[in-house]
């Protein structure tokens, strides 16, 4: 099993930046792909950003392409998604998760194996 654990959310006026950290535990070594998706309120999950196991490949939605940057440190088990230029449309928990598959990572959050809590992420106008 790998556990997942988000940091990191909060609230910031539009136009700020956050950074949002996720630590992995546990079978660590089965990780291949990571990514970050995104659910606001009266919606469904979508997809937001995600990254190679090697780093090699970062890959991001359209809406937050320019802005977001995804990144991985795996001596620290650790994934992070800064984020800059935030719009109150980037409200939403925001959840980081694992893929133990090998290839590129999915973009759909249905063939990911784990999911952290997430964490509560509030641009204000």
């Known amino acids: 099993q790998v556990q997942l654990v988000e940091s990191g959310g909060g609230l910031v006026q539009a136009g700020g930046s956050l950074r949002l950290s996720c630590a992995a535990s546990g079978r660590t070594f089965s990780i291949g792909g990571m990514g970050w998706f995104r659910q606001a309120p009266g919606k469904e999950r979508e997809f937001a950003a995600a990254?190679?196991?090697?780093?090699?490949?970062?890959y991001y939605a359209d809406s937050v392409k320019g802005r977001f940057t995804i990144s991985r440190e795996n001596a620290k088990n650790t994934v992070y998604l800064q984020m800059n230029s935030l719009k109150p449309e980037d409200t939403a928990v925001y959840y980081c998760a694992a893929y133990s598959g090998s290839g590129d990572p999915p973009l759909q959050s249905v063939a990911y194996d784990y999911w952290g809590q997430g964490t509560q992420v509030t641009v204000s106008s």
């Open positions: 990254i190679s196991r090697r780093s090699t490949g970062t």
